[in-house]
């Protein structure tokens, strides 16, 4: 009776640690993965009482809502990069009644984007604009800009 024998292949040192690096878990490596961010969102809503609205409309019958403003809150506890402030951009969306807003922050956050209604921005800090990068949230507040008809 003829015994097998099976060979097995031994790795260099070399990979042999490279293996047991990846197996190694440090305590900072779930905080830096590449993640996406927790967010807070709110739309604001409400009716627009123009001339047309309230000839047809009265408190008891409604005009539609319709979207007035929104409300970004963004949270980056754990950027490596602190002096660097997340930014937003506007980017065209495939119709001109939308467009995208893009949150960028970096490393060890993804980019995060939003459909929003692709309307004037009122940038009055009077009138509701905020952004603001406070103790790690990204805090981006407008309303749409209003147009009185007069006669």
Request: charged letters at 35%.
């Amino acid at each position: 009776e003829e015994e097998e024998e099976e060979e097995e292949e031994f790795g260099t040192a070399q990979e042999i640690e490279e293996e047991e690096q990846h197996k190694k878990k440090y305590a900072w490596y779930d905080k830096f993965r590449p993640r996406k961010p927790r967010y807070f969102n709110r739309v604001k809503t409400g009716y627009d009482w123009n001339s047309y609205n309230r000839t047809h409309y009265d408190a008891d019958n409604p005009p539609p809502k319709t979207v007035q403003g929104y409300k970004f809150n963004i949270f980056y506890p754990d950027l490596i990069d602190k002096t660097k402030t997340p930014k937003f951009i506007l980017e065209p969306a495939q119709s001109n009644e939308f467009c995208i807003i893009r949150f960028h922050a970096g490393p060890p956050y993804e980019d995060i984007a939003f459909m929003i209604i692709n309307r004037e921005w009122n940038r009055s800090r009077k009138n509701g604009y905020r952004c603001t990068f406070e103790r790690g949230v990204l805090s981006l507040y407008f309303n749409f800009t209003t147009h009185w008809y007069r006669r």
